[in-house]
């Protein structure tokens, strides 16, 4: 699996964007990159996930660089309830049975959005 | 759509006693992942059944710690004799056919082992 690093905390004001970053330099090029969140006592949250593209959900944007080393999650108008730490997972490639493309959780980054 | 169930919420058991958890997957899921997360760490991934089957139990204590899921729906975790160590949130999640299409996760059994 491709190794990712994010910070371990970032601040955001609420109403600002939220500009969560991840560094994924060892990613293959059929590889892709899923963006999860866990607010307190919940389970993680599936956000978004991307290839080589930009993408966009109703949730977050998803930035990936042209030569996928890094991507950064965007969350347009941060506000309170989006106070969670955001995993950033590359799963690596599927095999043959799929046994081994799973989710697998680093730390994360905790956002806290301040009012 | 309901999301995935999972009982008890809560659990305090002394070291050396069993307990056992229980999940109810999101209908027509054919995946369902156990996963233990310590705290202030990521979720670790226990086993992950597809239908009735186990697909990887790799990163499963099997000294300790079983698994099952009778008809492919719902499933058990227990543990036999419980460690201090094992004090952890316990949780669940299912997928339709796999990470490509998103894991749902239930709010997850807390486990205090005294």
Known sequence: DAKTTQ?????????RAANLPCNHSTISGNEYVYWYRQIHSQGPQYIIHGLKNNETNEMASLIITEDRKSS?????HATLRDTAVYYC???????SGGSNYKLTFGKGTLLTVNP | EAGVAQSPRYKIIEKRQSVAFWCNPISGHATLYWY???LGQGPKLLIQFQNNGVVDDSQLPKDRFSAER?????STLKIQPAKLEDSAVY??????RGISY???FGSGTRLTVV
């Open chain 1, 89 to 95: 997972i590359v799963p690596g490639l599927r095999n």
């Open chain 2, 70 to 74: 009778l008809k492919g729906v719902d």
């Open chain 1, 7 to 15: 910070p371990t905390s970032m601040d955001c004001a609420e109403g």
């Open chain 1, 72 to 76: 950064t999650l965007i969350l347009p």
């Open chain 2, 102 to 104: 998103g894991y749902t």
């Open chain 2, 36 to 38: 233990q997360q310590i």
């Open chain 2, 91 to 96: 949780l669940c999640a299912s997928s339709l």
